[in-house]
């Protein structure tokens, strides 16, 4: 962990103030009249910044370096934090969210590409926990800072820029070597869904989810009457079942289908949303809910990934990623949008009615996938907990190279019971077997390391 302490470091002091922005900006716009349609367009433009900062940050990074890059953002994102706090215009404020989420996406990419490249293979799994837990971490201790003081003041903006600036200290010590990007090009949507449609759905309506929960679940807490301080233990608590629930649920999808996983993950998730409204004057009830919504919530994503490992070959496991979070975007940027809508015209309670119909849908979709597709086959794919983030931290799973180039004539078995190997004249067949998988082979696929039909 020597090697990329300073950059872990960096991204905990960066997370730390995103973390706070992202809570921060709902709260000061619903003290300054924001409606609650304005305030998901917000979160919405912030979403579309992190999607098309996607697109600029390979050509930035490779044209300045890692290091430049990351200065030169950080220097941008506290300049647009500060921009809040000077001007309170509406549309101001969506140009600026748009560009707070193309540099903080360049931050990210800044970050994991380097771990990436660091990190050894046999070494990622290690470095990939210890960023998820520094991640979590410091989006759970970002909320606690509203406490230092009210959200209508200075203070909080002047916060969050001075822990983007001080994110950049440890980042320009490093003396670590600069890697340089590789072009990642998107794998087609089409094709994704047609290898794993309940990691194409899981995916966008997991996006249309969780965009709405960071932008407006703060504001629905505050329409509830709970103060600033209380918002950022509602917040806190919700992460915090995320990170517990990771674990647990991660081996439910590693033992079973994973779309079964799917499946009971979203239908709780749901069930509690549903009745999260009626738990508001009910001593912690609160408290209760959004911890266990956020622990099945935020393993979603983590499920909808695993599973799509489970249906690609490695060569396209990297191109995959963005084309995942293309759609987990997408749903992301759309999500705080529709619901803010339902906020303004039904009441603050129908965000989480939109929260029980979106996982609903998922795990309505994931059972008739279940139901329809199931075959009786164990599933070598290994859980990884993780956020929906960027491309650069996909590569850091391990065993996503290397593994692939091993001869697989003795892995193959016939079809019929099971038994007798394929003979060496037949495993051209069987390649061109497996180029045709889809998510009809329920977990068969290919082997996410080799490659090879199971």
């Avoid at 008739?368 to 960027?390: A, C, G, I, K």
């Avoid at 004249?425 to 080799?450: I, Q, R, V, Y």
Wanted: hydrophobic share 50%.
């Amino acid at each position: 962990m020597r090697p990329i302490a300073s950059l872990l470091a960096g991204v905990a002091l960066l997370l730390l103030g995103a973390g706070l922005l992202n809570t921060l900006i709902p709260l000061r716009g619903s003290t300054l009249g924001f409606s609650d349609t304005l305030l998901g367009t917000l979160t919405s433009a912030y979403f579309i910044g992190f999607f098309l900062g996607t697109y600029a940050a390979t050509p930035l990074i490779r044209r300045i370096g890692h290091i430049r890059a990351f200065a030169f953002c950080a220097a941008c994102c506290a300049c647009v934090v500060l921009l809040h706090a000077i001007d309170a215009n509406p549309w101001l404020w969506v140009v600026l969210r748009l560009l707070a989420g193309m540099a903080l996406v360049i931050l990210y990419t800044v970050i994991e590409s380097w771990l990436n490249a660091t990190a050894s293979p046999e070494q990622r799994g290690t470095v990939f926990a210890t960023y998820m837990v520094v991640n979590l971490g410091a989006l759970a201790a970002a909320q606690q800072l509203l406490h230092l003081d009210s959200p209508k003041a200075f203070v909080l903006f002047t916060v969050v820029a001075l822990l983007i600036c001080a994110a950049t200290m440890p980042v320009l010590l490093t003396r670590m070597i600069q890697p340089v990007l590789q072009p990642r090009p998107r794998l087609e949507l089409r094709r994704l869904f047609r290898a794993a449609p309940s990691a194409g759905a899981g995916a966008l309506l997991s996006g249309l989810t969780m965009g709405a929960f960071w932008g407006l679940a703060p504001v629905y807490v505050t329409r509830q009457g709970f103060a600033a301080d209380q918002v950022g233990t509602y917040m806190s608590v919700a992460i915090l079942g995320g990170a517990v629930m990771q674990w647990p649920l991660g081996r439910l999808s590693d033992r079973h289908d994973r779309r079964l996983a799917l499946m009971v993950t979203c239908g709780l998730a749901a069930g509690i949303a549903a009745m999260a409204p009626l738990l508001t004057y009910v001593p912690f009830g609160p408290y209760l809910a959004i911890f266990v919504f956020g622990g099945m919530s935020f393993a979603i994503y983590p499920i909808v990934v695993a599973h799509l490992l489970d249906h690609l070959p490695p060569e396209d496991l990297v191109s995959a990623s963005s084309s995942v979070l293309l759609l987990n975007g997408l749903g992301s940027a759309i999500g705080p949008l529709i619901a803010g809508v339902l906020m303004s015209t039904i009441a603050p309670w129908a965000l989480f009615a939109w929260f029980a119909v979106t996982e609903g849908l998922l795990a309505l979709y994931a059972g008739y996938r279940y139901q329809v597709r199931h075959r009786e086959l164990n599933e070598d794919s290994q859980f990884m907990p993780m956020m929906r983030t960027t491309p650069a931290a996909f590569e850091m799973l391990p065993g996503l190279e290397g593994e692939h180039e091993e001869q697989g004539a003795e892995a193959a078995w016939a079809g019929d019971g099971g038994e007798g190997a394929f003979a060496e004249d037949d495993m051209e067949a069987t390649t061109a077997m497996a180029d045709d998988d889809s998510d009809e082979d329920d977990h068969a696929g290919h082997h996410p390391h080799t490659g090879t039909r199971l």
